[in-house]
């Protein structure tokens, strides 16, 4: 889907809502409040009557779209720009886009993140687990000399885990200890089946109790053939671009919805039908 597309296929708010009705219901409206289908259309609104619990209601009741004033031809817009944008797209470039105020294109944003949240499937095969750190940069260190770097930063840091080829799941955490990493790697891998590639760090060393294990010396080399971590460090580059390149500043309390937004165009990136999957989700998965 791209924005002639949209305009093409959605010229008109009835357009919009029809085909929500038909991803939401199919052919029968359902009320969401009381749950029943004895409901009457009421053309002239868009809206439907429950004649169980006698009210009035839309199919973007529940949803993403909930008592929004913006036209769906807008939110359909948005959601195609921001899954086309490889590296995220800002506030302010969305608001010019879909000439909207700033304020209201980071509402629309961020309501269209939480729909980007996948499956929690468990990867599987070859993966590889590492972790990086976002935040501000600290211009010397404590002492006068460099900067530190990674770990030995007190930004914040972002675990992620990655197929060959295939899915990529990450998660902020408040630290790197083996007790945190062995939490995420549980939680987002096949352990049974799995073979996790790490660096050398001392934090993933317990995880080969449960899990089959190797590691990536980088002092020596990034790759020593199919041994390497290569596939999540080229998905952190892109995280950071993005977050450094196109939002500037990502505050803490909303970085994982980021985060899971780069997850979500990355195992997607080869999906045909990413917004119509994407709308399903707008609507609460109710297809």
Known sequence: MNIVSVYKRFPRQVDCLEYLEEVRWKSQPKCPYCQSTNVTPMPKESRHHCNNCNTSFSVTVGTIFHKTKIDLQKWFLAITIILNAKKGVSAR??????EVNKNTAWYMAMRIRKAMTDDRELLEGIVEVDETYVGGKKRRGEDGGPAKRGRGTSKTPVVGAIERDGKVRAKVVKNVSA??????IRENIDVS????ITDEFTGYLPISKFVKHQTINHSKWYSDGDIHTNNIEGFWALLKRGLVGQYHKVSIRHL???VDEFCYRHNNRKNDMVFEETITRALGGMA
């Open 179 to 184: 007790k945190t990493l062995m939490s995420m």
């Open 256 to 258: 994982q919805k980021y």
């Open 193 to 196: 089946t799995a073979t996790v």
């Open 93 to 98: 470039q969305l608001a010019r886009d879909l």
